[in-house]
């Protein structure tokens, strides 16, 4: 471990969590200092995440919590190499994707990541257990799915098959794109405030889907600004002003409320 938080430039923000983590040798993501600047209209530059650096052993449940504006988007799409970064190096699942071109990033993708998205992000016109069939279907490469009556019996929604998205409720449709994750089997799954939209009832199917599937070696990177769905993860990364700021094993809900509210707004001492 110690190599790659050197490698990593992180030795002492993961003090507490490298005393405490589990016996891993391998990292499913390590991010090296990584900055990305948007330029926008007019030129003006917007740095979104700057200089960060992070290693996350394989299986592990992570959250990355911070108010609105904190970087945590940016960091979850330069990580799973959906956009590149203007500096640093990124390894996900073994490949430095920083070395890659867009296609073959693309296609690394698509064999070894699953994305859950706040917005469910289904095709609308295709039926439920098509939705749950397309990524292996398009990808060559990508490993055998499991059985796509199974993972939605898992999910609750076994009956539900050959229904189209605008069909189903809210909850139902992140069921549908939580089985869609466990059909395919990838590696590395993102999931970008996934129970935001969601009632108690639904975002606790989600999270335990979502822990199982760490359990089962799948490492889970979940961005929130929940600080409820963070605390069931197995360590949370707290972020604000595009850094990392902190970063919790065993996660309690109170220490997150404490830690993103003093980082993102210190002013409030003084009230
Ligand atoms: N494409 C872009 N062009 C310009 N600025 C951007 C772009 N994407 C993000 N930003 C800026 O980068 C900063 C971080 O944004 P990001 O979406 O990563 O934050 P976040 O913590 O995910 O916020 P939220 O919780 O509201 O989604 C913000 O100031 C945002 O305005």
Not at 90 to 106: E, V
Not at 162 to 168: C, F, K
Not at 234 to 261: S, Y
Request: proline residues 4%.
């Amino acid at each position: 471990m110690r190599v790659v938080l050197e490698a990593a430039g992180m030795e002492s923000m993961n003090s507490h969590w490298h005393d405490s983590a589990p016996a891993m040798t391998a990292y499913a993501i390590v991010l090296s200092h990584v900055t990305k600047t948007f330029r926008g209209t007019q030129g003006r530059e917007v740095t979104a995440i700057r200089d960060v650096s992070l290693a996350i052993p394989t299986g592990q449940f992570v959250a990355i919590v911070g108010e609105s504006g904190s970087g945590k988007s940016t960091l979850m799409h330069c990580a799973a190499g959906l956009t590149g970064p203007t500096a640093g190096a990124i390894d996900l699942a073994g490949t430095n994707l920083t070395m890659l071109s867009p296609a073959k990033r693309s296609r690394f993708r698509s064999q070894h990541v699953g994305f859950i998205f706040q917005d469910y992000n289904l095709v609308s016109s295709l039926t439920v257990a098509e939705n749950i069939e397309l990524p292996s279907r398009i990808t060559p490469g990508r490993r055998a799915s499991a059985d796509t009556g199974e993972v939605l019996r898992s999910v609750g929604l076994a009956d539900r098959a050959q229904h189209l998205p605008h069909e189903l409720s809210g909850g139902e449709q992140q069921r549908v794109a939580i089985a869609r994750v466990l059909a395919g089997q990838p590696s590395v799954i993102f999931a970008d405030e996934p129970t935001s939209a969601l009632d108690l009832g639904n975002s606790d199917l989600i999270l335990r889907h979502l822990h199982h599937l760490s359990r089962r070696g799948a490492t889970v990177v979940m961005v929130t600004h929940d600080v409820d769905a963070a605390s069931r993860a197995d360590r949370a990364v707290v972020m604000a002003h595009g850094g990392t700021v902190d970063d919790f094993p065993n996660p309690t809900r109170e220490q997150l409320i404490d830690r993103v509210m003093s980082a993102q707004w210190p002013q409030r001492q003084a009230l």
